[in-house]
């Protein structure tokens, strides 16, 4: 079946540090977004990227969107505490009738040490 | 933004006890919500598709009988987990789209004993 994977599972960084999470469809993704969870809460929308080769920053982050469509990356730049949490990449598929399927990457672990 | 109210957020309950969880989308439509299990430090898997008036679409390997889904107005779907097992302990989320971007719900956490 489809599989989205998330690389590195686990990072832990010092505050101020950069930090980089990638993720990897083993198929064609109509487009791809990216989560974030808190400990012990619920997933957050952060964005969506639909086009070949888009990128999009929101101050600190940068979602790139691979040209194939089968990858993204998300980076943060200058760490900062309170990005601890889990992102998760999350491509939606379609699978030929009228729902498209959210499938959920693997997830990268973000620590951040102060 | 849109919201979506998931009930309850935490229950424990005795094996072979059935457990019933709400989720509903506050100020939107939902013709379609999809409910999820993330085990601990794991990833969220999406069990079913629940469909507004229609049999709910579960995923491979989720039974359907076990795990029943009902979606009977256009801003609520229940999952009811039938008969549960100790292994059946975790943390259940919904969603609902809207314009292609799911919102969850707050996540129900179930124990099992």
């Known amino acids: 079946g489809q599989q989205v994977m998330q690389i590195p599972q686990y990072q832990h960084v010092q505050e101020g540090e950069d930090f980089t999470t990638y993720c990897n469809s083993s198929t064609t993704l109509s487009n791809i977004q990216w989560y974030k969870q808190r400990p012990g809460g619920h997933p957050v929308f952060l964005i969506q990227?639909?086009?070949?080769?888009e990128v999009k920053k929101q101050k600190r982050l940068t979602f790139q969107f691979g040209e194939a469509k089968k990858n993204s990356s998300l980076h943060i730049t200058a760490t900062q505490t309170t990005d601890v949490g889990t992102y998760f990449c999350?491509?939606?598929?379609?699978?030929?009738?009228?729902?498209?399927?959210?499938?959920f990457g693997t997830g990268t672990l973000l620590a951040v040490q102060p | 933004g849109a919201v979506v109210s998931q009930h309850p957020s935490w229950v424990i309950c005795k094996s072979g006890t059935s457990v019933k969880i709400e989720c509903r989308s506050l100020d939107f439509q939902a013709t379609t919500m999809f409910w999820y299990r993330q085990f601990p430090k794991q990833s969220l898997m999406l069990m079913a598709t629940?469909?507004?008036?229609?049999?709910?679409?579960?995923e491979q390997g989720v039974e359907k009988d076990k795990f029943l889904i009902n979606h009977a107005s256009l801003t609520l779907s229940t999952l009811t987990v039938t008969s549960a097992h100790p292994e059946d302990s975790s943390f259940y989320i919904c969603?609902?789209?809207?314009?292609?971007?799911?919102?969850f719900g707050a996540g129900t956490r179930l124990s099992v004993l």
């Open positions: 990227l639909v086009k070949s080769g």
């Open positions: 999350a491509g939606l598929m379609n699978y030929g009738g009228a729902t498209n399927k959210l499938i």
């Open positions: 969603s609902a789209p809207r314009t292609n971007i799911q919102y």
């Open positions: 629940s469909n507004e008036g229609s049999k709910a679409t579960y």
